[in-house]
Every structure is written in structure tokens, then in C-alpha cells.
């Protein structure tokens, strides 16, 4: 398996969500990115829990709400990866995936857009 330190992967994460165009990153509410070493589900490599922007009511957030949290999982990612050119497209895409499910898209309109 590639050594790809955590302090390295979370470099890689802060880099990819650095890469997301201002005129998106600027909407981002209420958001929290982690990152984790493994998932309890298999194979996942990165995770949004949260409420999207395209649902949220006027009433979302009063009395201090919980953030969103975006998690991206380092081990399964590198476990899929040959190399770190190929861990830093993987972590990309995975930054990606999640945040736009943080703009309301699902998963089968990422597949068609080339980010699942």
C-alpha cells in the first residue's frame, strides 16, 4: 500500500477544496470538512451529512444548528492508488463529490458530470 502520511492526505483535502471556484466556495454554509483514516462502511471514501442548500428553509440554522461535515476517508482512498498522482485526482474528485451534494446534486447526476 502507498505511505501517504495523514498530514500529507490533509493537505491533499485542503488543496482540492482550495481548487473549487470562488464563485461556489463563497455559497458553502454552515460546513465542516474532516478527515478520517477508514469509514465503518466499506470501501467509502468520502461522506456528506447534512442538509443541502437547495432544501433548506428559512427557518434553517435558528438557534445555532449543527454544521454540515463533509468527511473524506484517507485509507480507502489510498488503498485504491498506485501512486500519489493518482491519490491526489482520487482525493479531488472525493472533495468534489461531497461538496455537491452540499449544493443539493445527487449521486446519479455526478455520475453523469464525471465525478463519481
Known amino acids: 500500500m502507498l505511505d501517504i502520511t495523514p498530514e ?3 493537505e491533499l483535502v ?4 482550495d481548487g473549487i471556484p470562488d464563485d461556489l466556495a ?6 465542516a470538512v474532516f478527515v478520517k483514516d477508514k469509514s465503518r462502511q466499506r470501501g467509502l471514501l468520502g ?5 443541502p442548500l437547495t432544501v433548506r428553509g428559512n427557518s ?11 468527511t473524506i476517508f484517507r485509507e ?3 488503498a485504491r492508488c498506485r501512486t500519489e498522482a493518482e491519490v491526489v ?10 461538496v455537491a451534494h452540499h449544493f443539493g ?10 465525478w463519481a
Do not use: C, K, S
Not at 105 to 114: K, S, V
Open 8 to 10: 500529507r492526505f490533509e
Open 14 to 17: 485542503v488543496d482540492a477544496l
Open 26 to 31: 463563497r455559497h458553502m454554509e454552515n460546513v
Open 47 to 51: 461522506l456528506y451529512q447534512g442538509v
Open 60 to 70: 434553517y440554522g435558528i438557534g445555532g444548528g449543527t454544521p454540515d461535515r463533509i
Open 76 to 78: 480507502p482512498i489510498v
Open 89 to 98: 485526482r482520487q482525493v479531488t474528485i472525493t472533495v468534489v463529490h461531497e
Open 105 to 114: 446534486i445527487d449521486d446519479r447526476r455526478l455520475h453523469e458530470l464525471g
